[in-house]
């Protein structure tokens, strides 16, 4: 009989511990955020800091000086929540289904406390993730989110020092490359996570998750560095109490004053390249509303690529715009050419589109030149595709061929850029004809980026299709002069480098000398061939 007792004491402890703990939590957690739901007027409290703010830090005299940051969310970071940057890696990193794992779990980690709910989130995010998978995320993904979320005054602190030691919570591998890339910290002390050959096993190492104040101690010892920032949450007090001066960022003034937004002439490093297929912060709500568009989208693009393969060009535009694209067109269309040659058109390069949006803005067809284009596109282009093979002569004269069949579309970036920047120019074009017409073409999403470097180009098309009211801007600008072509006495190099000017200056975008392998090597790791099967 002592075993049955044994037993059901058992099984009542573990009902309690799952159960009526995670109830309790709950019904505190709805106590507390019901009164201000039904009170939207209202907002809780702040907490009381006996800290001052990081508005009255002063910045002079600070380059010998040591910083410690008390975490990235919430300090350096706007916003309080790591939810969104572990959807991130979940999504761009993992796949669909584990970025839909992640979004189910949101009730239970809603109940549970700031522990279990990083170490759920981690074990969701990163069991059987590849080591190397990370890497590219931090390098490539990550950053864009992390700048655009800056806090400007805690930024200006933490610049202000001269050595700099960030301790977080969160996993070190989602935050060091940015944090010493473009914030030039020293070191980074995170939470670290166990791995299993070249996989990460989505559990903690053996030191478990990170105690800030623990690690402070044990990073400098007795000695107390100069200045240390953290939140106005009381769990960073034990951490700022440790430092010489302390100092704190109010989160609640962070999210309703614009001042601590960075703008983007302020970021410490210029963001060009940025990967991934998410253009939006995908916090829970956001990726939830992903998801249910989803389906719809793929519809929608199937339908949308239909129209520009199967229908004419009036029919094309009206049908397309009344299915949600925005497409802005300024500009006339140049005068057919007096010689027995087309039409050079050179374009700034957006996505894989572009082409086939000038085509049809134009309302006549045209031949688009491509480096690497996979069959998939070529199959859905509903306009004439021609790869080119690099090899500058061999080119040169498909090109010259192609022009005296009719007009023709170049993108001399020779790759897509996201950000408001122009590439460098290939200055081939300008040695193959003297009537060239520029083209500045622009364009805008809201849930999905239709380019990608390390992902399926395959699906560019159709990801930017997706989008539910994705906008092109096509602005044909006037004929270049021929005094200022290569006919005109001109070099190519010199031609190049004023088309990319004029493009910009339409744009208002800004000129870089950086190229194609640029982009791809730092993004992908790879010079940015595509092997042709």
């Known amino acids: 009989m002592v075993f049955p007792v044994v037993l059901q004491r058992l099984a009542d402890w573990v009902l309690y511990q799952l159960l009526a703990n995670s109830c309790y939590r709950a019904a505190r957690k709805m106590k507390s955020y019901g009164f201000h739901l039904g009170y939207l007027s209202s907002k809780p409290p702040p907490q009381p800091s006996s800290f001052p703010s990081v508005t009255k830090f ?5 380059g010998s000086q040591t910083l410690v ?16 940057y572990f959807m991130l890696v979940a999504f761009e990193g993992g796949s ?27 074990f969701i995010t990163f069991c059987g993730l590849r080591i190397s998978v990370m890497e590219s995320m931090s390098r490539a993904v990550l950053p864009k989110f992390y700048l655009e979320n800056l806090n400007l005054h805690a930024y200006e602190v933490l610049a202000s020092a001269g050595s700099k030691v960030v301790f977080t919570s969160v996993p070190r591998v989602m935050v060091e490359g940015f944090l010493k890339e ?21 559990l903690l190492s053996g ?7 623990r690690a402070l101690k044990g990073y400098f010892g007795d000695t107390k560095p100069d200045i240390g920032v953290g939140s106005s949450s009381v769990h960073d007090h034990l951490f700022l109490s440790l430092c010489k001066e302390a100092y704190v960022v109010n989160n609640e003034e962070g999210k309703s004053n614009r001042s601590t ?27 939830l509303y992903m998801f249910m568009w989803f389906p719809i989208g793929i519809v929608l693009a199937i339908y949308r690529i239909l129209l ?18 925005n497409l802005h067109v300024k500009g006339s269309v140049p005068e057919k050419s007096k010689q027995k040659k087309g039409v050079l058109y050179v374009c700034s390069h957006r996505t894989l589109l572009d082409p086939i949006f000038l085509s049809t803005s134009l309302g006549k067809p045209v031949t688009a030149v491509t480096y690497s284009l996979s069959k998939v596109s070529e199959l859905i282009a509903p306009i004439r595709t021609v790869r080119l093979t690099r090899d500058r002569k061999q080119d040169g004269e498909t090109m010259q061929r192609l022009l005296k069949e009719g007009d023709l579309v170049v993108c001399p970036e020779g790759t897509t850029c996201r950000e408001p920047y122009l590439l460098r120019f290939s200055s081939l074009f300008a040695e193959l004809a003297d009537e060239i017409v520029p083209v500045a073409i622009n364009t805008h999403v809201s849930m999905f980026y239709g380019t990608t470097a390390s992902g399926l180009k395959c699906l560019d098309p159709i990801f930017f299709l997706m989008n539910p009211r994705p906008s092109y801007y096509i602005e044909v600008l006037g004929q270049v002069p021929k005094e200022l072509t290569c006919a005109g006495g001109r070099s ?25 392998r640029d982009k791809y090597l730092m993004l992908a790791g790879n010079e940015g061939f595509v092997k042709c099967h």
Request: one cysteine or more.
């Open 58 to 62: 002063d910045l002079e005299g600070r």
């Open 69 to 84: 940051a008390c975490d990235i969310h919430r300090v350096l970071l706007r916003s309080q929540s790591f939810f969104p």
């Open 96 to 122: 669909i289904l584990r970025a839909l794992l992640l979004l189910l779990s949101c009730p239970v980690l809603w109940i549970l406390d700031h522990e279990l709910r990083l170490r759920v989130m981690t």
């Open 182 to 202: 473009y914030l030039s910290v020293g070191a980074v002390v995170g939470t670290e996570l166990h791995t299993v050959g070249c996989y990460f096993s989505g």
């Open 207 to 213: 030191s478990g998750l990170l105690v800030k104040h």
């Open 261 to 287: 937004v960075m703008p983007r002439n302020k970021y410490p490093k210029s963001l060009i390249f940025h990967d991934g297929r998410l253009a939006f912060l995908p916090t829970p709500s956001a990726t």
């Open 308 to 325: 520009g393969i199967l229908l004419p060009y009036g029919w094309s535009l009206a049908l397309g715009v009344w299915s949600g694209i």
């Open 492 to 516: 190519s190099c010199e031609v190049a480098n004023y088309i990319q000017k004029q493009l910009a200056d339409a744009l208002g975008f800004e000129c870089t000398t950086l190229t194609r």
